[in-house]
Every structure is written in C-alpha cells, then in structure tokens.
C-alpha cells in the first residue's frame, strides 16, 4: 500500500486492481479424491467428506434413509447438492454428533455445502443464494438463576 490516493477515483481503481490480484481458488483434495469440511449447527457437529461417485449419502456409517427417517430432513440434508446440480455425481460421507436429528442435519446440510466448495471452488455462487455456508447461530439460551428456564419466571402467588 505504497500507493497515494489523490482523489475518490483512485481509490476505487485500487479497489479494481486488489479484486484482480486476488489469486483464483483452488480445490481442497486430499490424496483419496476427497474434500473434507466441518459443519455445525446448534450443539451438532458434523464431519464431511465429499468424493466423486454416484450420489450415495452415508451418515454415521448408514444409508440416509436409515438415519434421518423423516423426509423433510433428508430433503434439507440434500438442498446444496440440488444447488449445485451434483445429486449424482458426488459421494457424502460423513459423521455427525450431538444435538437432536433436525440439528444433525443441519449440520450436515452446512458441512455439505462447505465441502463442495472446497472440492469445486467454482459453485460458490451456487451456495450463496440458499445461505448455505452461513452457519446458523442460533442455539438454546441458557438458564438464569432464579427463573425457571431462560426467561420464564415461577408462578407468582401473592400469599
């Protein structure tokens, strides 16, 4: 940074020629074929590896259907690989621990996405519209004390 601004101009022209020395992504392989990324959501970790293969998603060493029984789950599970029109050409596995099945697959959902990124870094602007690498903060608020849960306070009795 060198470089004086004399005027509002300059700057965005420095703006341009930062965005185009910035070096184009590259593929996160390791020497199996595979990306490998971490995904999370409430207190449920998942552990991703994604691999070129025919579209088969394994999850704590079972078939998707066998471990998320309920549809809805399984459909947000498979939402970034319908993003990025790769439901047949890539191999999921993953392990995932902790919180309940809808935080597991949550978890999943965004350790997915953030694998596929890594293998293909080109389908980033797939993932961005569906928020699909933003991992989602929300978690249960702890309790206080003196309160029954987080907020609720113990009924009141004037006598």
Known sequence: ?????????SIKELGVKAAEAKAP?????DKLGRSYA???RKTATARVWVK??????TINGKVIE??????????MIKQPLEAAKRETEVDVVCTVKGSGLTGQAGA?????????????????????PGKFLTRDPRAV???????A????????SKR
């Open 66 to 75: 066998d471990y998320f029984a309920r549809p809805v789950l399984r459909l």
């Open 25 to 29: 992504a590259v593929a996160k392989i």
């Open 52 to 57: 070129r293969g025919t579209g088969k998603i």
């Open 141 to 147: 608020e702890r309790k206080k004390y003196g309160k």
């Open 38 to 40: 971490t995904g999370r």
């Open 1 to 9: 940074m060198a470089e004086s601004v004399e005027s509002l101009g």
């Open 108 to 128: 999943v959902r965004h350790g997915i996405a953030r694998a596929l990124v890594g293998f293909e870094p080109d389908l980033r602007p797939a993932m961005r």
């Open 149 to 156: 849960g987080a907020r609720r306070s113990f009924q009141f």
